[in-house]
């Protein structure tokens, strides 16, 4: 029961901190939407993590924007991916996204890369 207490305590008391640390809206920019929409669709999550969430396999991409310089150098390297892969390990599949689609996956990562996450990732790697 004691931990069932805490549970439900820590539950309540994150539920009153998250809205205060991003209060900016998410259906605000109908491209942040659509890239929402690519990340799941693709599976994006199978191999990377987002804030600490997700497959391990791939880098973290909650801070890919800032690491790599901006939304320019995210869309060139997906857009860089080779069609067969890299040959004699995994790598990322060439998506053959449309521009406007890197646009949209570029600024839901942006989007995501503003969030206050308390400091994770806690260094630029990811």
């Not at 969430?53 to 801070?63: C, F, K, R, V, W």
């Not at 790599?68 to 857009?79: D, P, R, T, Y």
């Not at 599949?93 to 989007?111: G, R, V």
Request: charge should be positive; proline fraction near 6%.
């Amino acid at each position: 029961m004691f931990f069932l207490l805490v549970f439900l305590a820590l539950t309540y008391q994150t539920e009153q901190v998250i809205p205060q640390r991003d209060k900016r809206e998410l259906l605000s920019d109908p491209k942040v939407i659509a890239g929402k929409k690519l990340w799941e669709t693709n599976n994006c999550i199978g191999c990377h993590t987002l804030l600490g969430e997700g497959a391990y396999y791939a880098p973290e991409l909650g801070n890919v924007v800032k690491r790599l310089g901006g939304k320019e150098a995210v869309k060139a390297f997906i857009q860089s991916r080779p069609k067969e892969g890299v040959p004699g390990r995994r790598s990322m599949p060439q998506f053959n996204f449309t521009e406007q689609q890197l646009e949209e996956i570029a600024s839901f990562l942006e989007y995501v890369g503003q969030i206050n996450t308390a400091k994770w990732p806690p260094n630029i790697q990811g």
